[in-house]
């Protein structure tokens, strides 16, 4: 089955500091991808839409700049949190779109001290 | 029984028993669902989907229930075992649309 690839599965940074999280399709080629933000015992909150080849579409509310999306390949998006504070401690989740419906990355457990 | 947590429900249910859990949609667009387990520490994974053309979907023992007059979506899981436990979202997608909207979630705590 189709297999997406999250990268780091864990990380903690100093605040202040960048991150960068990438998210692989390792079987297919996903022209599109999500990126989710996951609070503790919170649903599933969709922060971007990303599509290969062209600048990611963000919810209302997230920051754009701080939260900068490249979908840079059919197989490769990446997350990076610029400056992140500890309020930005998060669950962040990658899925990628097929024809035939959504594969979830492991999601990546960020915590800025 | 079924309690409602500070953000999460959580349904306690004993091993081998019948399990559901319901969802209340939100958009009467949405002409796809579907149903991920999610377990600690770990992304959604897969369960059943479902269309609005069908009323009822059956996977090895997971069945999906649809109404669409009261916007709601069930998830039935039969004998249910301890490796179930997990917290349950339902996701709807609004026709035309790629994005996923996810429900609040249900926790399913399963005994021995």
């Known amino acids: 089955g189709a297999v997406v690839s999250q990268h780091p599965s864990w990380v903690i940074c100093k605040s202040g500091t960048s991150v960068k999280i990438e998210c692989r399709s390792l079987?297919?080629?996903?022209?599109?991808m999500f990126w989710y933000r996951q609070f503790p015992k919170q649903s599933l909150m969709l922060m971007a839409t990303s599509n290969e080849g062209s600048k990611a579409t963000y919810e209302q509310g997230v920051e754009k700049d701080k939260f900068l999306i490249n979908h840079a390949s059919l197989t490769l998006s990446t997350l990076t949190v610029t400056s992140a504070h500890p309020e930005d401690s998060s669950f962040y989740i990658c899925s990628a779109r097929q024809d035939y419906g959504y594969t979830f990355g492991s999601g990546t457990r960020l915590t800025v001290v | 029984g079924e309690s409602v947590g500070l953000h999460l429900p959580t349904l306690s249910v004993q091993e081998g028993d019948n399990s559901i859990i319901n969802c209340a949609y939100s958009n009467s667009a949405s002409d796809y669902f579907i149903w991920y387990k999610q377990e600690s520490g770990k992304g959604p994974q897969f369960i059943i989907d479902i269309r609005s053309n069908m009323d009822k979907r059956q996977g090895q023992r997971v069945t999906v229930l649809l109404n669409k007059t009261v916007k709601h979506l069930s998830l039935q899981i039969a004998a249910t075992q301890p490796g179930d436990s997990a917290v349950y979202f339902c996701a709807e997608r609004r026709s035309g649309y790629s994005t996923l909207t996810f429900g609040k979630g249900t926790m399913l705590l399963v005994s021995p």
């Open positions: 079987d297919f080629q996903a022209t599109t």
